[in-house]
């Protein structure tokens, strides 16, 4: 209108007088209640945010702290315990192993990122074969789990006995395995323990030489041999105490 105001008219014609009745409302009464309206709801859903956010601290707080103390106490027991975890990503090949593993190996703690090739070059001659069969029947199977002992070579040369157990947790929609996580255990001191008290129950503790169980053994062995070639079989005995 003339004042610069917003209006809302509607026009009617009256008849065939050639006339017409107009009537008009300024925008601000009309949408006056709207206006109100919305800001009530604008109040009301800034508290509602405002509550369901103290509610969701208040909740989430406490599970973020019991997560957090969680981790560290699964860390300091797989610290304590000389475990290492990995996570092999079947995918792509790559391998990550927790810090753990380095210090089993004699290095400072660290992460590592290394391929399933890499770490198998490190296994011992005489186990490598009998890791990669239960590897192999485990990312077939998802009943079998992988767990095998094999000899593992550090850095300085040494080898040191490594007890593996792991799982596939992920498949494609073929089946196919795409990830398989585990742990690795130093078991060296156990695995020394138990081949010492295996040589002392077959060896003569002041010679070295071998006891008459593996005699036993051995001579079995031989007379088996004996039968499914039909061969003959030749002992000898020599008394050699002087």
């Known amino acids: 209108d003339g004042r610069g105001n917003h209006l809302l008219a509607a026009y009617s014609p ?3 007088f050639g006339l017409g009745m107009t009537a008009m409302m300024r925008t601000t ?3 006056a209640p709207l206006r109100r309206q919305l800001w009530v709801a604008a109040v009301v ?12 601290y208040a909740r989430v707080t406490p599970l973020a702290k019991k997560l957090y103390l969680g981790e560290q106490r ?6 304590s315990s000389r475990i290492a975890w990995w996570d092999w990503n079947i995918s792509t090949g790559l391998v990550q192993l927790s810090e753990n593993w380095q210090v089993m190996l004699g290095e400072h703690a660290g992460m590592t990122h290394t391929t399933l090739s890499e770490l198998q070059n490190k296994v011992h ?3 490598l074969s009998r890791l990669r069969g239960r590897l192999a029947i485990a990312l077939k199977s998802a009943a079998v789990q992988y767990d095998v002992e094999h000899r593992v070579q550090r850095p300085d040369g040494g080898w040191i006995w490594i007890y593996s157990v792991g799982k596939v947790i992920e498949r494609d929609v073929h ?7 585990g742990v690795n255990a130093d078991i060296t001191q156990r695995k020394e323990a138990a081949l010492k008290i295996e040589y002392q129950a077959r060896h003569d503790m002041l010679t070295g030489l071998s006891n ?3 005699f036993y053994d051995r001579l079995q062995l031989a007379i088996a041999r004996t039968r499914r070639s039909k061969k003959l079989l030749a002992l000898i005995y020599l008394d050699i105490d002087l």
């Open 29 to 31: 009464e009309l949408y």
């Open 212 to 214: 008459r169980i593996t």
């Open 45 to 56: 859903l800034m508290i509602l945010v405002g509550v369901g956010t103290i509610l969701l």
């Open 74 to 79: 699964l860390k300091l027991a797989l610290e």
């Open 175 to 181: 089946g196919k395995p795409t990830r398989m996580i």
């Open 125 to 127: 001659p005489d186990d």
């Open 14 to 16: 009256i008849g065939s």
